[in-house]
């Protein structure tokens, strides 16, 4: 059958328990948990939460691709499956991104 222990050695354990477990849990910001995204915050979403970031990352993954064949194959499978204007979104971006990379 257990013993109680002492009221000091609980406590003892209970503050060892707490600073171990804070000290696996980083202290938090209530202004770094705030979601920046464009539903969250639609006066003022973060510049990275947007649509039009979102387009401009795809566009740069598909510039990426090695190949001529490479990049059009990803845009006509991004048509077939978001549909034909998407896809005409994607290739506009993607004609931004190129002109940017020209220059």
Known sequence: MPTAAAPAEEDA???RLRSVKGAREPARDDA???C???QCRPDDPG???TEAFRLECLARQ???LPTLQ???GALDRWGAKHG???KVELREALRRVWETRAT
């Open 70 to 72: 490479a990049r059009r």
């Open 47 to 49: 510049p990275t939460y």
């Open 84 to 86: 034909v204007d998407a």
């Open 13 to 15: 354990v209970e503050q």
């Open 62 to 64: 598909v510039a990426a």
């Open 36 to 38: 920046h995204c464009e």
């Open 32 to 34: 770094a948990m705030t």
